[in-house]
């Protein structure tokens, strides 16, 4: 007898549609898949087996294909495991066959008959929409996040049994029950209120670091790359974990697809399901490619994309390799990074905050007056050209910290209120944002504005078109720096309510184009 189950593969962001099909013929017993399946789908036939018996179903006593439509697909994960079992119990006559139609099914099983959440739920309840399936199954641990995709009935169950007994009757939407699980799904648990940016940035060094503050705010603003300079314990990690807290809210659509791409991954949380804060990634300068970009022979999202629509932060930014630098230049660029292998080729969003830190020297307290560095000209040019021109280029705020005073570090410590009256508040940054989001094309922020978008919704002024071209004559700057450079001018603009662009922003934003961080060392 021939039964079949609809199912779904993940490939890079999206989902497949997967139509398992059993069939039971004579002969030896033994269970055959074919349909090109990894390991993990070939070692599901003794889980399947298992979980039968232990469930208390008859295992298949006849020889048993299994195969997995369509053949020229390659699939991966255990998310097979309950198509399987519920294919051969349509199969071997243990279920009505009618039971299966228009079901579309995901989950593994363990060898007790229990049914185990897996990765790509989302992606995968989202194909089930798109293929108009009556139902989509999934193990209980995966249900809120399913019931996230509108207008999908989702069933749920603890063990194949209990599953088996839910089918029988035939299902019924339970609205009670999905609203139930979307709630929980967005709700999760409850979160502490968010520091406002001037709390957040000033208790950590109040009244010191003023550049790098404002250098924060440009960056949460307008969505601009980030890097700073300074010796061992001036705060450059401590700045960087802040921008995330001064970042706007995360939007309805945002949300979902930090959910879907967290859940490709397998890093979503069971608890909360539905993601409601901006990630922040910090990987360690000794990751791989793959682990920075994402890569596998079936793809998947590395740190890189998993940072999207949040905040990518590379710590000592001079110790990771050059060869791994160079490679995130053009994703950076276009906000997508493409992975192409030999039988597949996929897309993994990457829009990113780049903030990056690194110290001035291999000793790193070159330009400090109070520690004299101990390295040379040459050595510090070599530590310099560990970071290529192209990818120092794709960077538009460029500041050096200078280190924390004793006494303004004991004042820190002391002082009982360290609010202060500056810019850096929630409501300028966020105001800045909604604006520069209604007047550019399709929402985009300043940093993503193309040459002729810029000239066209800019609104720079004449003098500071002259003051940006004295700049970029002066500086040699290529037309990539020039235009990050009125980038910059325009957020800058937009942070203190100015229609349009003058000379004095142009002026700032070139306090943020430091090449002489590290004098004669730069490349």
Aim: proline fraction near 7%; hydrophobic fraction near 40%; glycine fraction near 8%.
């Amino acid at each position: 007898m021939l039964a079949r189950c609809l199912s779904a593969s993940i490939q890079g962001m999206e989902a497949l549609p997967v139509t398992v099909e059993v069939d039971l013929a004579p002969g030896l017993p033994g269970l055959q898949l074919v349909g090109l399946p990894d390991t993990a789908i070939q070692e599901s036939r003794e889980r399947v087996r298992a979980a039968l018996r232990n469930s208390g179903f008859r295992g298949p006593l006849v020889r048993v294909v299994v195969n997995l439509a369509p053949a020229d697909l390659r699939k991966e994960g255990p998310a097979f495991d309950l198509p399987i079992a519920l294919a051969l119990l349509v199969a071997s006559g243990q279920l009505d066959p009618k039971r299966l139609e228009g079901l579309c099914c995901a989950g593994e099983l363990g060898l007790d008959g229990s049914l185990r959440p897996c990765r790509g739920i989302l992606a995968i309840a989202c194909q089930a929409k798109i293929q108009k399936a009556r139902a989509f199954v999934v193990p209980s641990a995966n249900a809120a996040e399913a019931s996230l995709v509108a207008g999908l009935t989702v069933v749920s169950a603890n063990d194949l049994r209990q599953l088996v007994e839910r089918l029988r009757p035939g299902i019924k939407r339970n609205s009670a029950t999905q609203q139930k699980n979307k709630k929980t799904a967005q709700t999760g648990t409850t979160a502490s209120p968010k520091p406002s940016p001037s709390e957040a940035l000033n208790s950590a060094s109040p009244r010191v670091q003023h550049l790098a503050h404002k250098a924060l705010a440009i960056s949460a603003a307008g969505g601009h790359h980030l890097l700073m300079v300074g010796p061992p314990g001036c705060g450059k990690t401590m700045l960087a974990r802040q921008l995330p807290k001064i970042l706007p809210p995360l939007s309805d659509a945002e949300a979902l697809e930090l959910t879907r791409l967290q859940s490709i991954a397998g890093t979503l949380d069971s608890v909360t399901n539905l993601v409601q804060q901006r990630p922040f990634r910090s990987p360690h300068h000794s990751t791989s490619a793959a682990g920075l970009l994402g890569g596998g022979r079936n793809p998947r999202p590395g740190e890189l994309s998993l940072a999207h629509g949040g905040v990518l932060f590379l710590d000592e930014l001079t110790e990771f390799p050059r060869s791994l630098l160079d490679q995130l230049r053009q994703p950076l660029e276009e906000g997508v990074l493409w992975l192409s292998r030999a039988r597949l080729r996929c897309a993994f969003p990457c829009r990113v905050t780049l903030v990056a830190a690194t110290n001035p020297c291999p000793c790193g307290w070159h330009g400090d007056p109070s520690n004299r560095c101990r390295c040379s000209e040459l050595q510090r040019q070599r530590y310099w050209r560990r970071l290529s021109g192209p990818f120092l280029d794709r960077i538009d705020l460029q500041c050096r910290l200078e280190p924390i005073p004793t006494s303004q570090l004991r004042h820190c410590l002391t002082e009982t209120d360290s609010r202060t009256n500056n810019s850096l508040s929630a409501d300028v940054i966020h105001q800045a944002r909604i604006k520069m989001c209604k007047r550019n094309p399709e929402g985009l922020l300043n940093s993503q504005l193309s040459a002729m978008q810029l000239g066209r919704f800019g609104s720079i002024e004449e003098a500071a078109f002259k003051c940006w071209e004295q700049v970029v004559s002066k500086r040699q700057l290529s037309m990539r720096s020039s235009l990050r450079l009125l980038r910059v001018a325009r957020t800058i603009a937009d942070l203190e309510a100015t229609s349009s662009v003058g000379k004095q922003h142009v002026a700032e934003a070139l306090c943020f184009r430091c090449y002489d961080l590290v004098p004669g060392a730069m490349p």
